[in-house]
Every structure is written in structure tokens, then in C-alpha cells.
């Protein structure tokens, strides 16, 4: 079927060679970092973890917001959200290669990703990340490409594959809750030593992902053949707006334990964050651009005459989704190195070579991503009356 990849108009031929192009960039600058290690990249001793862990936290919670798409049609028999499903699963196996990627250039040297697979640690929260990410790549890719076969042959699909589906449900859940744990699980780092972390992620995750589904949802609407109804994208839009909800009301409960409890630990890193901290503020705009961006996505999403005008719920969505961005893909992250051991901060800024390997592997995403979707559209083409 990845033949049906080949044919396409001027811009999706334009669409590609411009992902293409980022691809290349993004290498030459890894194989740069791979040349010189990892001292060219903006992290220290004291912030070991940069925008590369902090694009696969955020990544990992795109990939675990395709069972809000999965939970509706296949437990609750939810017929609209059919066509949308295999959007889903598909979204989640480009951000799990997205994930993998992150991980891949952060460890510095490719031959450590084998001592995952040689050396395999049970008592390690990175091993049982590694398990499950790829447990859920095979899962989706598995489903989808199965669904899509059989659709392409004009059979059901096989009873076994709804049996994955339901395999699935709970382990894309299990995919952000391991990696909270990697957090959550260091008694170091006392903004990231919290017992909501995992609650927190899935919250984000839930808002984040359908956000995005959407948006790539009216896109296709409008430059494709691919129709989504009205009644699944306010559905989701739905999921967006309690799920978005719960994610600002779990940040402000980290917010009142901080400084009700009165511990610095607590409250130092939350300082630098909202307001700077011993003349640092880097991520001060970044949060507060956040905040205002939740706020006004969860008021627009909340209004019904809002959130049916498409443009609008555009609008909301996209605000949503750059909230979560800024929160999980930026400030979580940084914010935890601070202070460090010494009660120092120490800022962290990326430097031109990570920013391009980011871009390079985002559009790796985007093409897998693009190439999934282009099948799917000439599979639905070829047989409309096709469902999940």
C-alpha cells in the first residue's frame, strides 16, 4: 500500500521535499554532536537534561492521546468517531518514532541504546519506558496497517485486531505513567517530587494530543477527500476542554502545596518559573504566555457558539495545544533542575546545533506521519463507505 504514497500533487511534492530538507539539516547538525559529543549542546553538569528529554515528554503525550479516539468507538460504540480512529493511531506511531529519536540523540552515543536491549535492568523505570513506548508502536502500527489492509480488500477486519485495540487502551495510558515515573521517582528534584506527576502528564496528554488530532483533522477536511464529521471533532473538542481543565487545576494544587507547606525546595523552582529567581527569569515569558494561552483556549472551548465556529475552535485548539507545549515541552523540564545541589540556578539555553537536530526530527515525524495519512486517504478513496 505504500505505493499510494508516490502520487500526489505539487504540494504534497513541495510539503515532502521541505521535510526532506529539515531531515538533512537535522542530521548534519547530529552528526556534528556525534563528532564532538554532547559539550554542543546548551546542557551542563547541572542541567543534564535538555530539549531533547523535554520534546520526548511532550511527544509521549501525543502518542498516549490516541485512546481518547479508541475509548469512545471501541467501549462505548461511539460510531462517529470511526473514521477518526485509525487518525489516531496513527498520530501515535509518529510521535512513539518521535520519542524513540529524542531519546536516541540525548544518550550521546548510539551504542548506549543497546545496553537496553543486552543489559536489560527490570529495576530500572528507563527499561520498562523502552518496553512499553515499544509495545505501542507495534500496537498502532500493528491495528492500523491491518485495518487499513483489509479495508483496501473490502473485508472486516480480523477479530484478533479489536482484541490489540483493547490491549492498547490501557498501555497508552501505561506509556505517560512510566515516563511521570522517571520523573517523579527523583528525590532530588523536589518540583518534579509529586504524587499527581503521572496525573499531571495524562491530564496534559489528554488535552494536547485530541487538540492536534483535530486541527490535522479540518486540514485534511479541506485539502483532501478525507471528511470528518461535526459531531466526533466536538466531541473531542469536548475531551480538550475537561481535559485542559484538569491540567490548570493540578498545576495550581502544585502551586498552593508549594507554598502553603512554605518549603524553599517546593517553591524555588516555581519562583524561577513564574518570576524569576536570583535574577534569572529565561522562562519567565514562556510561562506566563502558557497560562494566558490555557486560560483563553479552556474560555474559548467552554462557550458552545465558540467552540462550533471552526475558526475559532481553531483558534482554541491551537492556543491549547502551545500551553501544553510550553508547559510539559519547555518549563516542566528545565524548571526541575532548579536550584541545583548548591542552591544555585543555573539557566539552560539550547544551542543552534540541538535546535536543528529538533527540527530535523520533528520532521521525521511529520513525514512518517504524512506518508500514514496519504494511504489512508487513498485506501478511504478507493472504498468510502470503509469504517473502523
Known sequence: MLEKALAGSKGYYAWIGFLIILILIGLAAYLKQFQYGLGVTGMSRDVTWGLYISQFTFMVGVAASAVMVAIPFYLHDHKAFGPVVILGEFLAVAAVIVCVLF???????????????????PSSVMFWDMVVLMGYLLLNFIIGWTVLGTEKK?????????VLTYIAIPWAISIHTVTAFLFAGLPGRYYWLTAIMAARFLSSAFAAGPALLII???TLRKLTSFKTSAEAIQSLAKIVTYA????VFFVLLEVFTAFYSNIPGHMAALKYLFAGLDGYNNLVPFMWTAAVLAILGITLLLI????????VLVAALAAVFIASWLDKGI???LGGFVPNAFGKVTEYIPSLTEVMIIAGIYAIGFFVLTILYKVVIAVREQSPNAEH
Do not use: S, Y
Open 103 to 121: 531519546i536516541f540523540v540525548d544518550l550521546g552515543q548510539p551504542g548506549r541504546m543497546l545496553n537496553l536491549v543486552l543489559h536489560p535492568t
Open 154 to 162: 473490502g473485508f472486516p477486519a480480523p477479530g484478533w485486531v479489536k
Open 216 to 218: 490535522i483533522c479540518l
Open 244 to 247: 485542559m481543565i484538569a491540567n
Open 304 to 311: 458552545p457558539r465558540m467552540r462550533r465556529n471552526e475558526k
Open 331 to 333: 518549563g516542566l523540564v
